[in-house]
């Protein structure tokens, strides 16, 4: 699945002025002071000692916030901020306008990191974002898919688990680890995610696609066959799904059902190496099987049609466009040649039978 990450997000924040007032502490005042002089450090040292003489100013509070965001500080930062929303709400928009300025930027930063290739500095600043914000979801997806850049999938696992811990409702984010549990082999993990997925919303097609994978995987057919059918009602023109519900069906020996899916496939897709070559196969495999049936019929005395025999041809006859098209897409594959000689030599051309036997045994030496 092509994956794009999310582009830099323009906003504009009003800097609220800062307005010396009467009744406040004279740490406080100092620290105004130097804020509007852009001496952070020194503001700092005022701060602090205003929230430790004046534990229940909001407004140190509030401020020693902003200034330790400054210096990137962010869990401080948020430490204040909290104190800060325990004395009072006077300061909320303030803090909240904050919190969404730092988070844009550094947010932003981890942006332009991933476009010039700094994925280490991309990784700090994603993880910065989670800090400043940890109720915003992209910075947890951006961090999992620079994490997958680099091949680190568990570290994408855990940024998943946490981004869900968050928001649980965030189906994106559970189908994603979905994706990666199937990558994994953890396809238990997968049944249980998608179901809680599906229980919220049951036409996500992406969730049913995961869950048919994870059956399909853990050799559960019929519910594998269920799930991919469900997932082609919301996508009819997925050939991926079409492709899928064909093979577990000639797996389940049902050839003639697979083959008219198979087909269905190549409508939409002529180049499709393994839809024509299931396609050959099952015919080969009919063909066999049927005459396994008419060599049973003959030892046990019985008389084999003129029909029964042309059927027979048939199925070898309706393998060769589709086995010799996959040899046009795949010429190395020796089997398919040998599998083309058995079929040319039981309609009938045992030399050209003969040409493709001789071209898979050359092909096996080499």
């Not at 534990?55 to 965001?69: K, M």
């Not at 800060?84 to 006077?90: F, K, V």
């Not at 093979?247 to 008219?260: G, H, L, P, Q, T």
């Amino acid at each position: 699945m092509k994956r794009t990450l999310i582009r830099l997000i323009p906003v504009l924040f009003v800097i609220a002025g800062l307005v010396l007032v009467a009744c406040q502490s004279k740490e406080l005042t100092s620290a105004k002071v130097y804020i509007q002089q852009d001496q952070w450090d020194k503001a700092i040292e005022q701060l602090e000692l205003a929230v430790n003489n004046y534990p229940n100013d909001a407004e140190a509070h509030y401020l020693l916030g902003e200034a330790y965001a400054t210096k990137g500080k962010w869990e401080e930062m948020n430490e204040e901020y909290e104190k800060s929303l325990e004395i009072t709400d006077e300061f909320a928009q303030l803090i909240s306008a904050s919190r969404d300025k730092y988070w844009v930027q550094t947010f932003n930063k981890g942006v332009r990191m991933i476009n010039q290739d700094s994925t280490e500095a991309a990784i700090r600043a994603f993880k910065s974002a989670q800090v400043i914000n940890p109720d915003r979801p992209e910075s947890y997806n951006n961090l999992a898919i620079t994490y997958l850049r680099l091949d680190r999938m568990d570290d994408a696992v855990q940024i998943y688990k946490e981004l869900i811990e968050v928001d649980p409702d965030n189906a994106k984010a559970m189908n994603e680890l979905g994706r990666l549990y199937i990558q994994m082999e953890e396809f238990e993990n997968v049944v249980e995610l998608e179901q809680k997925v599906l229980e919220k919303e049951p036409d996500n097609s992406d969730a049913v696609f995961n869950l048919a994978m994870a059956y399909d995987q853990m050799g559960e057919r019929e519910k594998a066959q269920e799930a991919y059918e469900r997932a082609l009602e919301v996508n009819p023109d997925d050939p991926d799904l079409l492709f899928n519900i064909a093979r577990i069906n000639f797996m389940n020996k049902d050839y003639e059902v697979a083959i008219d899916l198979f087909k269905q496939v190549i409508e939409k897709n002529p180049e499709d190496f393994d839809a024509n070559l299931n396609i050959g196969n099952a015919f080969l495999t009919m063909a066999d099987n049927l005459r396994r049936e008419l060599r049973e019929k003959e030892n046990e005395g019985e008389e084999i049609t003129d029909e029964e025999v042309e059927q027979l041809k048939n199925f070898y006859r309706q393998s060769i466009p589709y086995l010799e098209k996959a040899a046009e897409l795949k010429p190395e594959v020796s089997n398919i040649w040998y599998n083309l000689g058995v079929a040319y030599v039981n309609v009938g051309d045992s030399e050209k039978g003969q040409e493709y036997f001789d071209k898979a045994e050359e092909m096996e030496k080499q």
